[in-house]
């Protein structure tokens, strides 16, 4: 069974950091390039951060360019998220994504909150 469990989420105030972790089972986690998305309530999904298969390439959406880190580790099948300098604008649900061929695989997302 494909799935992806993201972990890592809570609360933190402004200034702060969070690491999120997303674990891939029932694919070839190394063969597939791997998102982050955030969503807050009422407004679109958002793309964050994008890795490639193998890890060498990166990019960010321009709002967390610079704060946030995308990494992998395909020996453990996760995929990781680290945010620093969070802002109150960083409060949203964080989702873990791989697009498998023609399926979409999401997870069930972590809440991160951001108050001053």
């Known amino acids: 069974q494909v799935q992806l469990v993201e972990s890592g989420g809570g609360s933190v105030q402004t200034g702060g950091s969070l690491r999120l972790s997303c674990a891939g089972s029932?694919?070839?986690?190394?063969?597939?390039?791997m998102k982050w998305y955030r969503q807050v309530p009422g407004k679109e999904r958002e793309r964050v951060a994008y890795?490639?298969?193998?890890?060498?390439?990166?990019n960010y959406a321009d709002s967390v360019k610079g704060r946030f880190t995308i990494s992998r580790d395909n020996a453990k099948k996760r995929v990781y998220l680290q945010m620093n300098s969070l802002k109150s604008d960083d409060t949203a649900v964080y989702y873990c994504?791989?697009?498998?061929?023609?399926?979409?695989?999401w997870g069930k997302g972590t809440q991160v909150t951001v108050s001053s």
């Open positions: 994504y791989v697009l498998l061929f023609s399926l979409d695989v």
């Open positions: 029932g694919f070839s986690f190394s063969s597939f390039g």
């Open positions: 890795i490639s298969s193998g890890g060498d390439i990166t």
